[in-house]
């Protein structure tokens, strides 16, 4: 595949960002996180990769369309350290009960080294987050890595004072 010399330059525009987006995490981290990317990146070659920063964390969903909700898994790095996201987790079979977290939609897996990533359990949620994605990956190509906007949040508007 070819790659133009616009969208080289664009592409290694999108690395520096996603570097100095993650720059404020401590080194261990940083490293955690660029090691499950790749990991990530193997693993779903076919998938974008949705670049989010937030005040406290940088997350990359690995999604089939450019929205994040569709992700079938994404990856987060913060001062608590990189953990791996699914969505649509309470529909997943985790029979070892290795899902942390409460939230409607999204599980999470606390990563403690790369080698997480290869234990029985969390490839079988993968395979399962993968096979009920509501959208399927492409079975080849290769996916966009695209900066997201950080949605505005709307603030409440102050009560008036009786």
């Known amino acids: 595949m070819k790659v133009s010399k616009e969208g080289a330059t664009k592409s290694r525009s999108a690395e520096l960002q996603i570097k100095s987006f993650v720059a404020k995490y401590e080194p261990k981290h940083r490293a955690l996180f660029h090691s499950v990317r790749k990991a990530m990146r193997k693993r779903f070659p076919s998938a974008n990769e949705l670049v989010y920063d937030y005040p406290s964390s940088c997350v990359i969903g690995y999604s089939p369309t450019e929205r994040g909700l569709e992700a079938v898994?994404?990856?987060?790095?913060?001062?608590?350290?990189?953990?791996?996201?699914?969505?649509?987790a309470p529909?997943?079979?985790d029979p070892k009960k290795i899902l942390l977290g409460s939230a409607k939609l999204t599980r999470y897996i606390q990563i403690e080294s790369s080698r997480t990533l290869i234990r029985p359990e969390v490839q079988a949620l993968l395979e399962a987050a993968h096979d009920r994605a509501k959208t399927s990956l492409?079975?080849?190509?290769?996916?966009?890595l695209i900066i997201k906007q950080k949605s505005a949040r709307r603030q409440s508007k102050p009560k008036p004072k009786r």
Do not use: Y
Not at 138 to 144: K, L, T, V
């Open 73 to 88: 898994v994404a990856i987060s790095t913060g001062a608590d350290g990189v953990r791996l996201i699914f969505n649509q």
């Open 138 to 144: 492409s079975p080849g190509g290769r996916g966009e």
């Open 91 to 93: 529909a997943l079979p």
